[in-house]
């Protein structure tokens, strides 16, 4: 036994040739991972700077990477000229109230898509499947129509049951995902300790199915936060407007750009997803194993 071990251990044990292939490998990906998160925060980074900028800056032939005079006043500009925080607000009524529909909708359809082999659970995987096909130039002039008849159009509730109908066939497959990855025996042993289904389904799946809610609330958050098509043509009003609306107001009509105001006022628009991320990823990887039968 003791020999088996030893030579598995000196089986583990890389040759002189792995060893100098590791080495040369290792810096090789250090590398490409260092240069994909550039590529990643330069965006972020442009946006940072640009804000800071004075008027002369962004107009010079010449800029400096950095701002010279860095100042607020891009950010006052913004938020004056746009109405920034009313705008910030229909955003974000809008894309709360959108992630706890769909949340709340997709949590028990899903479980039924993936649990109970019925009739329904090829019409509603066809269903999923259908509507992400469908671009949106298809569906606005019909979609527009039916809202108009009810009331709907400027309306942020109209603008909240677009977006809920948008993101819930997606939403349902990735629930379907996390509902399919818990192990039915784990149900099977809560009902033979005596449990109910009701308490089955809170004391044990719902545990384990914590990052796939976190997951669907975190994708639908930002589809609604980040919106522009459909509010564009359901909200006229400047007092409904959401904030992608908002942010196309600092493109003229002969396609000037108020770079600074922008930058700022994009910078302002991403604090929200990013407060809403942080607060919610811990439970990414948490309830992995929330629930489950110990041996």
């Known amino acids: 036994m003791t020999q088996a071990i030893a030579s598995a251990g000196r089986g583990t044990r890389l040759t002189p040739s792995a060893k100098r292939t590791r080495r040369i490998t290792r810096p090789l990906q250090y590398i490409a991972l260092a240069a994909y998160v550039v590529f990643l925060g330069f965006p972020l980074l442009f946006l940072l700077i640009t804000a800071f900028k004075t008027p002369q800056e962004l107009q010079s032939p010449n800029p400096a990477f ?12 913004a938020i004056e000229k746009a109405n920034l925080i009313q705008a910030a607000g229909n955003s974000l009524f809008v894309a709360v109230l959108t992630t706890v ?8 359809a899903a479980y039924a898509l993936a649990r109970f082999r019925t009739m329904l659970r090829g019409i509603a995987t066809g ?9 949106f130039i298809l569906i606005i002039i019909p979609l527009f129509l039916v809202l108009k008849q009810i009331g709907l159009i400027n309306n942020l509730f109209g603008l909240v049951l677009v977006y809920t109908v948008w993101s819930l066939p997606f939403a349902l497959w990735m629930l379907q995902g996390y509902v399919s990855g818990v192990p039915i025996e784990l149900e099977e ?6 449990a109910s289904r009701i308490r089955v389904l809170r004391s044990i799946v719902l545990p384990l199915l914590a990052p796939g809610l976190v997951a669907t609330s975190l994708f639908t958050f930002i589809s609604s936060w980040n919106e522009f098509f459909f509010a564009l043509v359901l909200i006229q009003d400047p007092s409904l407007q959401t904030l992608p609306l908002t942010l196309a107001r600092f493109v003229g009509a002969e396609g000037q750009v108020q ?8 910078l302002l628009a991403t604090i929200p997803s990013l407060v809403f991320f942080a607060l919610i990823q811990r439970r990414l990887t948490s309830g992995l194993t929330s629930g489950a039968v110990k041996g």
């Open 189 to 194: 042993a809560g009902s033979m300790d005596g």
């Open 259 to 266: 770079l600074g105001q922008l930058a700022a006022a994009s």
């Open 127 to 135: 269903w999923i499947l259908l509507s992400q096909v469908f671009p």
């Open 66 to 77: 950095l701002p010279q005079q860095p100042n607020l006043d891009n950010f006052f500009a």
């Open 101 to 108: 529909i769909v949340t709340v909708i997709s949590l028990p």
